[in-house]
């Protein structure tokens, strides 16, 4: 079992940053590879950033391209998320989640089903 925490959350004006971290335990996280979705009130789920296992590959949605970053940390065995010139659009909850595939597909890695571990979430507000 992996347990991901997320924090890192919070209230932020449009045009600000904020990082999110997602924290493991239970297992190393060095054998999943690691997306971050969203959702927000009323919506689907949505993919927004994915790494893989050995932190070389990465793939962001389209709509944060340019202004989020996904990275890991192997030694803290902590995922990140750093927001920059944030909207409002943005204000969602914030998973992390890890997928135990081998292959890093990017086909997959956009897919919820993809994955096998999912975080309880953070909150993200972007006020205008």
């Known amino acids: 079992q992996v347990q991901l925490v997320e924090s890192g959350g919070g209230l932020v004006q449009a045009g600000g940053s904020l990082r999110l971290s997602c924290a493991a335990s239970?297992?190393?996280?060095?054998?999943?590879?690691m997306g971050w979705f969203r959702q927000a009130p009323g919506k689907e789920r949505e993919f927004v950033a994915a790494?893989?296992?050995?932190?070389?590959?990465?793939y962001p949605a389209s709509s944060v391209k340019g202004r989020f970053a996904i990275s890991r940390d192997i030694a803290k065995n902590t995922v990140y998320l750093q927001m920059n010139s944030l909207k409002p659009e943005d204000t969602a909850v914030y998973h992390c989640?890890?997928?135990?595939?081998?292959?890093?597909?990017?086909?997959?890695?956009?897919?919820?089903?993809?994955?096998?571990?999912w975080g309880q979430g953070t909150q993200v507000t972007v006020s205008s």
């Open positions: 989640a890890a997928d135990g595939d081998p292959a890093f597909s990017i086909r997959a890695v956009l897919t919820q089903r993809a994955y096998d571990y």
């Open positions: 239970g297992r190393t996280l060095n054998n999943y590879h």
């Open positions: 790494i893989s296992r050995t932190g070389i590959r990465t």
